[in-house]
């Protein structure tokens, strides 16, 4: 059991949060290891390569990272006071979500299950140094 007043509990637990600027997507319809593809190619990269970067790559998930990209730097513009040209992707990773899972009839009556993977991705910008 915590010890102390509810309020303060709240403010030292808060003390510790991540004031990073970044953007997360819930559930998006894509499985995790191909959403790493397009992930993989940006991290660490500033975020000028990095729109250049999923602008012009063929992959579906690069059109959802893009938005998320750039929801990022709008997150880090308006409610942290940062500069554009002076961010970088510090972290970016995807989580498994909820999987749907559907039947698909086969031959002689058997049912094969088709596994339809959704994933959580997570983008986070920082200042460079």
Same mark, same amino acid.
């Given at each position: 059991m915590a010890k102390g007043h509810r309020s303060? *509990?709240? /403010?030292? /637990?808060? @003390?510790?949060?991540d004031t990073r600027p970044s953007a997360k997507l819930s559930y998006a319809r894509v499985s995790v290891t191909k959403a790493c593809f397009v992930l993989? @190619?940006?991290r660490g990269k500033? %975020?000028? #390569?990095? &729109?250049?970067?999923v602008t012009y790559n063929p992959r579906y998930a690069?059109? &959802?990272i893009k938005k998320l990209l750039e929801s990022a730097v709008a997150n880090a513009e308006n409610n942290n006071g940062l500069k554009k040209e002076d961010l970088y992707v @510090?972290?970016?990773? @995807? #989580? #498994?979500?909820p999987i749907m899972k559907r039947i698909r009839p086969r031959a002689q009556g058997r049912a094969y299950r *088709? &596994?339809? /993977?959704?994933?959580? *991705?997570? %983008? %986070? &910008?920082?200042?460079?140094?």
């Open positions: 303060q *509990i709240k /403010r030292e /637990r808060n @003390a510790n949060k993989d @190619a940006i500033d %975020v000028e #390569t990095a &729109l250049g970067i690069s059109s &959802l @510090a972290e970016c990773y @995807a #989580t #498994t979500g *088709i &596994l339809k /993977r959704m994933s959580h *991705i997570t %983008v %986070v &910008l920082d200042e460079k140094k």
